[in-house]
């Protein structure tokens, strides 16, 4: 299984970036997908999630301004960010969970750069 992420970068307050994240040897609609996000010194948390029938979970710092969206053609899952404050700096990682086993699985993180 490999979860290559894509995007992120520097932008000013209140701007927009994409993430995506492009999944490969595995089943993908058998994985529930989401993008988690950590910064230095703090634990990684939750900031969206999908299910394979595209049932959505927000962390309440983003609702409103995150839309998590996933591909099934394409085996991707995407993350639209609009409206970036300075504390959405992070580096974001993809992961996948499995729907029948334990297996979890993390792509290589992303940075995004909120400057004020």
């Known amino acids: 299984v490999q979860l290559q992420a894509s995007g992120g970068g520097l932008v000013q307050a209140g701007g927009s970036l994409a993430l995506s994240c492009a999944a490969s040897?595995?089943?993908?609609?058998?994985?529930?997908m989401g993008w988690y996000r950590q910064v230095p010194g703090k634990q990684r948390e939750m900031v969206a999630t999908?299910?394979?029938?595209?049932?959505?979970n927000y962390a309440s710092s983003v609702k409103g301004r995150f839309t998590i969206s996933r591909d099934h053609a394409k085996n991707t899952v995407y993350l639209q960010m609009n409206s970036l404050k300075p504390e959405d700096t992070a580096v974001y990682y993809c992961n996948a969970d499995s729907y029948f086993s334990r297996a979890t699985y993390w792509g290589q993180g992303a940075q995004v750069t909120v400057s004020s």
């Open positions: 999908i299910g394979a029938r595209g049932t959505t």
């Open positions: 040897g595995m089943n993908f609609n058998t994985y529930q």
